[in-house]
């Protein structure tokens, strides 16, 4: 299963909010996730929390082109950071990252979407232009992340659109204190899944002590993300549920 989060532009937390809904994710579930970092502008994770970047994504890459198998060997890639999740660090620069995703990410993605554990590819702007369009072929959902300024917001519904070509359904999380309700943004972006946290200054470092299981799981920042992954995974079993299967759906609600 992939779950995908990407961004309108700039920097409203994709990679802290792909770690973030990875840790929280609902234990119900018994399920190991991986946080697979696909930006094509270059990847953080491997400076930013000492994980570096070898192996990571490049090995994941050339295995899954190599054998042409839906085998994956997660140990051999990534870091385990917690109980049952995963990270694998991406290239550092734009310009490798570009190259060794082109042509490469069909082969990933027909790799990991069978596998038995989520899979949250940070995805960066994830655009017309991007060449991971494969993994959002095979996305559950995606997850658009914006910050809360007007000229940011207005850039929602194409993007919605876009994404809605790919994923088999659309999200959008909104990062500070947009002038207007859930409602109104629900009607404005095209989307039942709209969800709104306020900015934190820390969530780098909260993210990073989320995921180890330290004191951030105290915040209000990983209380936003356990109801956020609850509501992502709740809306993933939904769309694989047949009309006739009994469902209660979850609407879509702000946090402050």
Not at 24 to 40: G, I, K, M, Q, T
Not at 84 to 112: C, K, Q, Y
Not at 128 to 152: C, F, G, H, K, N
Not at 222 to 237: C, K, Q
Request: charge should be negative; proline fraction near 4%.
């Amino acid at each position: 299963m992939i779950v995908s989060l990407c961004s309108v532009r700039g920097s409203p937390g994709v990679t802290s909010w792909s770690l973030l809904l990875a840790a929280a994710w609902p234990s119900e579930y018994e399920v190991e996730r991986v946080v697979l970092e696909a930006d094509c502008d270059g990847g953080v994770l491997g400076a930013r929390y000492g994980f570096g970047v070898d192996p990571g994504a490049v090995s994941l890459i050339a295995a899954l082109r190599r054998a042409g198998s839906r085998a994956v060997d997660v140990s051999e890639h990534g870091r385990r950071v917690n109980d049952g999740l995963w990270v694998i660090p991406g290239p550092e620069t734009g310009e490798r990252a570009s190259r060794v995703w082109r042509g490469s990410a069909a082969a990933v993605a027909d790799g990991v979407v069978y596998d038995d554990r989520v899979w949250f590819v940070d995805a960066g702007r994830a655009d017309e232009a991007s060449p991971i369009e494969p993994l959002l072929d095979l996305s559950s959902i995606a997850v658009l992340l914006t910050r809360s300024a007007t000229e940011d917001l207005v850039q929602v519904p194409a993007r919605v659109e876009f994404l809605r070509q790919h994923a088999q359904s659309v999200g959008v999380l909104v990062v500070g204190k947009p002038q207007h309700t859930v409602e109104d943004l629900v009607g404005f972006f095209g989307t039942d899944l709209v969800w709104t946290v306020g900015a934190d200054e820390n969530l780098v470092r909260i993210a990073g002590e989320a995921i180890a299981g330290g004191r951030a799981r105290r915040s209000w920042v990983w209380r936003s993300a356990i109801s956020i992954a609850a509501d992502i995974a709740a809306s993933i079993v939904a769309k694989s549920l047949g009309p006739d299967d009994d469902v209660v759906e979850r609407s879509a609600g702000g946090i402050a």
